[in-house]
Every structure is written in C-alpha cells, then in structure tokens.
C-alpha cells in the first residue's frame, strides 16, 4: 500500500463516523512542503455538497481520525487538511519498497487491452520530425502500460500503401540505382521519392504518371506489386535499424496495405447503413450533429462566418480508398481481432480532425465503448526558435538528428570519461547521446513545443539524461567501496538529517507518480519526479557521510543509496533509457 493509499483510507473511515457515509477522500503529495508531506481539500469539496463549513467540518474529521504512528494532521486555510509524516513512517515504506520487485508501484486496478499505435513513417517518404515525438513517447508509454499490467499491444501502422508508391515506382522505372539501394536503402527511396515529387510538381503529365502507377499498384499490376514488395523489404529494414539503435520494438507492423481487402466490404456496408453518401463523385461522412456544439463538430469548419460541411472522405471520386478508410478498417480490426479496450494513437497535433472524426465514425459503427484516443504533441524547434530543419531546409531525418547527438556526446565523454577502451567510449556516446535525445522529449509536456539544443540535453549538470545516468553510477560506486556484502534486506532505515528524511520522501513517492502517467499520457511527469529524485539524492550525498558514519546509520544510509538506484534505473527504463555501469 503507497503512503497516500494509507492515508486515504483512514481519512475516509474519519469522514464515515463524522458523515455516517461512504465517501470518497482524495490524497495528493503536497507541492509545498512547508505545509506537510500530503494534502486533501475534500472537506471542502464535501462541505459544499451539503452546504456546511468546511473548516468546521475538517476539524471534526481530524479529531476523528486514527493516524496511528503514521503522523499528525492539521487544518490549514478554508478547510484543506495537511498531513505531515513521521520519519519513521518514511523508514518503514523504504523498507517495503525495498522488498518488493515492483519497488512499491500498484498495478492497475482495471487492466485493459491497448493498443499503441506511435511511430507509423511514411514508407518511402521522408520520415518527418514528428516521427520522432511519437516514436519515443510511444514507446515510453508503451513499457509503462506493460509494467502497469495492461495487455498492450503495439503496432507500428506504417503508411505504406499511399500515393509515395506511385512517385517511388514512377522514379524507379525511369533509373534506380541499384548499389545506393543496397548501401542504403531508406537514402535512395528518399532520393526516387524527391525526384518524383520535384519533377511532377513542374510537369502535369509526370503527376499523371505517378497516379497511374499508383493504380496500377492498388489494382494488382505484378511489376509494380513486386517493386512495392521489394521497397517495403529494404525500408523495413533501414527503419529496423533505427529502431535497434532506439531501442524500440513493436508486436505488430499492420500498415496500411494490411487493410486493402477489407476497404471496399467496408465501404459498402457504410454507404448501406446510411453513414456515409455520395457526395461530388466520392463517398462521404458527414455531421450527424453530434456533438451539438458546432464549434466541436470534426465535421464542420468555419468558413466566411458560416459553418461548412468538412466530410470525411471515404472514397475518393477515381474510386480509390485513402488514408481514412484504412484508418476506419483498421479500428474495426483492433477491436474484432484483438478485442482492445483502447487505441491510443501517438500522432503530431496536425492530424486532431482526422483523429476527431475518425474516432465519430469509430462510435457510429458501434466502437463508442472504446477509449480512443489521439495523444497530440506539439513541435520541436531550432535552436533559432523555428521548426526545426536541416541546413538544406528539410525536415530533418530521425537518423541524421541521433547521429548529431552521438557525435555531440562523444566529445562529451572524451572530455570527461573514465572509460578507457576506445570501444567502450564509443559504445557509451551512442547510449549517452540517444538518452538525451529521448529524456529531452520526454522531459517536456508532450503539447509544448521545444528547443531541441544539444549542449543543454547533454549537459552533466541539468534536467538531462545524462544527469540522471551519472547519479545512478556514483549511487553504485558507494558498494563498489564495500568490504564486504552488506545484507540490506534485513535493515530498517533510521532517518535523522534532514537530507535523507527528504530522499526517503521522494522515494516513496515512485509508487505514487508511476500509476498516474497514464491520465492524460505524460511520461514527463515521471522524467521530472526521477530529476528531483536525483538531486534529492545529492544533497543527501552532500549531507551525510555513508561509508564513514557509524552503524546503524552506516546501513541505513546504503538502503537509501541502493533504493535510489534502483529507482533511478527502473524508471529510466520505463522511459526507455539504459544506464551505463560507468560513466
Ligand atoms: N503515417 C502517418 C503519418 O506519417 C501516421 C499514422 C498514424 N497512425 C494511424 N493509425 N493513423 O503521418
């Protein structure tokens, strides 16, 4: 049981003898400790309820409340209740946490099947800056749904079924070269996609040609069926790179070419039941006028002063399914297929309309149960505070941005490091450079933008990755020191300074941040509980000798240390960040 599960439920059994009913009474961590460790304004919520006062009525709860030896309560303000907790409380949960693989996380109280659709590239297409967001926040809260104990299903949705496939084949039957597609694969379709788009954006008839490709593709054609066959082969395999050195894997590949046979079945039976019309030539979706608020409609927009139809379009008036109909069928699937509770897709914030209305016409085929959910991010800008891009002023590719940071980081550790093999240095700047990269987007409210500034994201001393990485290895050389094992698991913490009554604070806290990430999907709030673990952690190591205080403070110290490095790292790693053994 976590502190604040404790203290909840005792001041619910104080509310029910002064109330005489079940209620139900809320326990934070206080955000200012001059006023205690944890904190419940629900006196004053369950005051206005039955129109009484509420200090009043947080006085009578405290007097009735059983604390036991855990700490003392008080009133403060209009009726909140503070609690502050005896160090003896703090000792007691370390010792737990200690105990316990899950270093004293709840699992879920309600486990669901999720899907987590994050990353999905364009095949073929430049793998815009966005992909990076989705792909490490993705997976961030990928591993933390798992450790939650949600059955969590991850699939990588790669749009390899688009109108890139008609320029790509377009360009490769007019001269693809053979050795750079070997060498590098995702370099040459970039490179046939560009000369594509470049010429059929100055010539009609090439703009032809690539739809006809495309058609020909979509309709079963074996010369480019096999040319597609052989792209997506290659691109899997650049992308599978990049996800190696990302440390990120999926269950599941079902891009959109997996939804072709079920798109026009699909389309059929929509038009039958009346959700979608004709319209121009194509199949629409239109407003069912829900919700009744137009401003919230997906299917509305504002235009001249006027709200206009803005239909989903399902099938376009040359016949052919897009982006949307894969989406719907691909709902459909998840829920049949895998019977997911929730989809939760990891897509940059341009795409919150599709995600809108597909999520509508999720609810009118008879998926309103499911928890969809589109988990919007914002941009990530130059240091010049614009959309990041490339001197060449493209957007720039997720494997060039993590070379930039390996590079970055290798002259970081040659500057400082105690790694002595060459190897081993090298081996070390990847993973200290891709840690930054990852801890800097997961350190940030996913809706903000953010400076993406390499100095800052490598700096020892800062909100970075490899801060956290460094706190962990000097937590660790402390046993290194050892003369001899210590078995901690029978030692009970005794906490005196100031320093480790506050560490100890902090650590129990893990098991009240970790359950909460998923609210509204912020792994960020995990990133900045592990910050402050860690500089809880150096002004303990400031504050209090270890190895040379006596016993039993000596022991009690080193279940500190060892607690804090295995929360560090384990909530690194739900964050998909590995830690050096050396540094
Ligand atoms: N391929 C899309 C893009 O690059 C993202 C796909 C997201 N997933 C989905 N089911 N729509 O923008």
């Not at 008609?166 to 490179?191: C, F, H, I, Y």
């Not at 829920?335 to 609810?363: I, N």
């Not at 550790?413 to 930054?436: F, P, Y």
């Amino acid at each position: 049981m976590t502190l604040i599960q404790d203290l909840e439920a005792r001041l619910a059994n104080a509310f029910q003898s002064v109330l005489g009913e079940t209620v139900s009474a809320p326990v934070v961590a206080a955000a200012d400790l001059r006023f205690g460790d944890y904190q419940s304004n629900a006196a004053m919520a369950l005051a206005k309820q039955r129109k009484t006062n509420p200090r009043a009525l947080a006085e009578q709860v405290i007097a009735a409340l059983d604390l036991a030896d855990l700490g003392t309560a008080d009133i403060a303000g209009p009726g909140f209740i503070n609690f502050k907790l005896a160090p003896s409380s703090f000792a007691a949960r370390a010792k737990e946490q200690l105990a316990d693989p899950r270093l004293g996380v709840p699992e879920a109280a309600e486990k669901k099947t999720i899907v987590l659709d994050f990353s999905a590239p364009n095949v073929a297409k430049p793998m815009h800056i966005g992909h990076i967001r989705s792909t490490i926040i993705g997976d961030a809260l990928s591993r933390i749904a798992r450790f939650l104990g949600h059955h969590v299903i991850t699939d990588n949705h790669i749009g390899d079924w688009g109108t890139q496939f008609g320029m790509v084949t377009w360009a490769w039957k007019q001269g693809l070269n053979e050795q750079a597609l070997l060498e590098n694969p995702l370099q040459e379709l970039l490179r046939l996609y560009r000369h594509a788009s470049d010429s059929s954006k100055a010539d009609e008839s090439i703009r032809e040609a690539c739809r006809q490709e495309l058609v020909k593709l979509q309709q079963g054609d074996e010369e480019n069926f096999a040319i597609w066959q052989r792209c997506i082969e290659l691109s899997r395999a650049g992308l599978d790179k990049i996800y190696d050195r990302l440390d990120v894997s999926f269950d599941h590949w079902l891009g959109e070419s997996a939804y072709n046979d079920a798109l026009a079945p699909l389309v059929e039976r929509l038009q039958a039941d009346g959700i979608a019309r004709e319209s121009e030539g194509a199949l629409c979706i239109f407003s069912n006028g829900e919700p009744a608020d137009q401003a919230k409609d997906p299917f509305l927009i504002r235009k001249d002063g006027e709200w206009t139809d803005f239909p989903m379009i399902i099938r376009k008036s040359d016949g052919a399914f897009n982006y949307a109909t894969t989406d719907i069928a691909t709902v459909e699937f998840r829920r049949k297929e895998w019977k997911a509770d929730a989809a939760w897709y990891v897509v940059d914030h341009r795409q919150s309309q599709h995600f809108h209305q597909l999520f509508s016409v999720a609810a009118r085929l008879g998926y309103g149960e499911m928890d969809l959910r589109h988990i919007s991010f914002g941009t990530i800008l130059g240091t010049d505070g614009k959309p990041l891009k490339t001197r060449a002023g493209d957007l720039p590719q997720l494997d060039d941005v993590l070379d930039e940071a390996v590079v970055a980081a290798a002259s970081a550790v040659a500057e400082r490091s105690r790694v002595e093999t060459e190897e081993d240095r090298k081996a070390l700047a990847e993973l200290i450079g891709i840690s930054a990269v990852k801890f800097t987007e997961l350190s940030h409210h996913r809706l903000s933008d953010y400076v993406f500034d390499l100095n800052k994201m490598l700096a020892l001393q800062g909100d970075t990755a490899p801060y956290l990485q460094y706190s962990v290895v000097r937590c660790r050389s402390i046993f290194r020191k050892l003369e001899q094992a210590v078995d901690l698991s029978t030692v009970t913490p005794l906490l005196v300074e100031d320093a480790e009554i506050h560490l100890a604070r902090f650590l129990a806290r893990y098991g009240e941040v970790v359950p909460t990430l998923l609210d509204d999907h912020r792994p960020n709030l995990l990133a900045n509980y592990l910050l402050e673990l860690a500089r809880a952690y150096h002004s303990f190591n400031e504050a209090c000798p270890v190895l040379k205080a006596e016993e039993p403070l000596r022991n009690s110290r080193l279940l500190l240390c060892e607690l804090t490095s295995r929360v560090l790292v384990h909530g690194l790693g739900l964050l998909g960040i590995r830690c050096p053994d050396q540094m």
